[in-house]
């Protein structure tokens, strides 16, 4: 794209930034601005991250890692009382492909809303699109969504029942029946279904409004928490023209289930980038203890790039950014 269709994006991205803003402040959240590095990071073995060295005479030295969201100090404002927050930042995310939809420098808006869960995130988020989108946005980038179970998808466009299929034999005996091919080596029931999801469910996704897909199995580990009456996370992404947008948490407030979650999966960060020589981050392993008095809470993170793309009806991410790494590298 030439220079003036990018000024043209950034035009569009002010205005829209502007719109959400007066969203949030309307309704008493507030804006908040947090580090873009930090000395450690939620431990995600699926995202790898970008490292530097902070380096002075008197205080000597510490590694230090570009965020890959602002989660990690935003739900530290959150445990110490800040009420609905939200968020513009620049986030960083390495080894993703390059792409149409990727870039591994990304703007992400982020809020977090006191009080609420993640059922009442998705009426929040849908008033957020209805009241902020670009005037000549597309009927696929506007509401009202359609929500739907990851349940429901895949019984849809695969024929699988995940109530039926909770061990991994269950399911990796259904990968094969659809002519998926033997995993090499032992592979997780997330991995199994990962590789049935991304091949027979998301590229059949209905693509004609916004879509929510929720209640994510509970093998999927996440900082979400469980419903009480099925195997499912309280969680959800938002997919526009097929491509997904957004996630959002009901956030787990369990101090001894998130001191779990920290360090099993740490320990599986550290075991998988042993063996690759990837950037190992430092973990703050007391970081449970925010949640002692961490109140009711759901987060909602979205790649405001994507959505520009979407409202734009523009279908590669570098026409909504100026300088695309792919094109800085050259």
């Not at 490292?51 to 510490?62: I, P």
Request: hydrophobic fraction near 35%; include cysteine.
């Amino acid at each position: 794209m030439n220079i003036e269709d990018k000024l043209n994006a950034a035009r569009s991205r002010s205005k829209m930034y502007s719109s959400i803003r007066s969203f949030f402040d309307g309704r008493d959240y507030l804006e908040v601005d947090t580090p873009t590095l930090s000395p450690d990071l939620i431990p995600e073995p699926t995202i790898e991250n970008f490292s530097t060295t902070f380096r002075n005479e008197f205080m000597g030295s510490k590694d230090l890692y570009l965020i890959p969201s602002p989660e990690v100090y935003m739900k530290r404002l959150i445990a110490q009382g800040s009420g609905s927050i939200y968020e513009f930042s620049h986030c960083f995310r390495n080894s993703e492909q390059l792409g149409r939809i990727h870039n591994i420098e990304f703007s992400m808006l982020e809020y977090y809303s006191v009080g609420m869960d993640e059922k009442d995130s998705i009426k929040l988020t849908e008033e957020l699109i209805n009241e902020t989108h670009l005037p000549d946005a597309p009927d696929y980038a506007l509401p009202p969504f359609r929500v739907m179970s990851v349940n429901e998808a895949m019984k849809k466009y695969c024929d699988i029942d995940l109530d039926k299929c909770q061990s991994q034999r269950a399911l990796y005996e259904k990968a094969l029946k659809l002519g998926l091919s033997e995993s090499q080596g032992r592979e997780s029931w997330e991995q199994t279904f990962n590789r049935i999801f991304l091949t027979f469910v998301e590229p059949n996704l209905p693509q004609d409004r916004p879509l929510v897909l929720d209640k994510y199995p509970s093998q999927i580990d996440c900082l979400a928490t469980n419903y009480d009456d099925g195997p499912y996370k309280r969680r959800w992404e938002m997919y526009m023209g097929g491509n997904e947008v957004a996630n959002c948490y009901d956030e787990l407030k369990d101090v001894e289930k998130i001191e779990e979650y920290y360090r099993k999966e740490y320990a599986k960060l550290v075991r998988e980038r042993s063996e690759t020589g990837t950037v190992i981050p430092d973990v703050d392993l007391d970081f449970a203890s925010l949640f002692e008095n961490f109140p009711q809470c759901s987060g909602v993170a979205i790649g405001m790039d994507r959505l520009l793309m979407s409202q734009m009806n523009i279908p590669n991410i570098e026409g909504v950014i100026f300088f695309p790494f792919s094109d800085i590298i050259h």
